[in-house]
C-alpha cells in the first residue's frame, strides 16, 4: 500500500506546508520534523532523518539547495509546487489536504476542497 511508503508521508507534509500562507520554502530538518509528527500520529514507529528526506526528495525529482545559512531545502517555486500536486495525485493523497484558491489543486484536483472548507 503506498500510504505505507515514507514517500507518501513526505508529500503529504509538503502539501501541507505548501498550503501555509506566506510559506516559501521548507528546510530539509523542518520536513522530516513534519513527517516524523505524522509518523507519530499513525502509531508508526519509524523515523526519518532530514538526509534521508533529501535523498527521497531527489528520487522524487525534487532538488533540495542551499537555503542561506539555515541548511538545505526545497524552495516553493511554480514547478516544485506542479511537481507535488502530480505527486500528490500519483500517490493518492487525500483530497483533503487540498486547498481551494490554490491554482495548482485547482488544475490537479479540479473541484476538491469545495466542501467544509472555510479557508
Ligand atoms: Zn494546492
Redesign the pocket.
Known sequence: MRSMEPEFTIIEAL?LR??EKDQQSILSGELADVVNVLFKQRGESLTISPESVGRKLSNLELHTEVLGSAGKGLKFTNDVRARV?ALAREYRIPTLQ??KG?P??DAFFPGAGEVGDEA
Request: charged share 0%; aromatic share 0%; proline share 0%.
Open positions: 502539501m505548501m498550503h500536486h487540498m486547498v490554490c495548482q489543486c
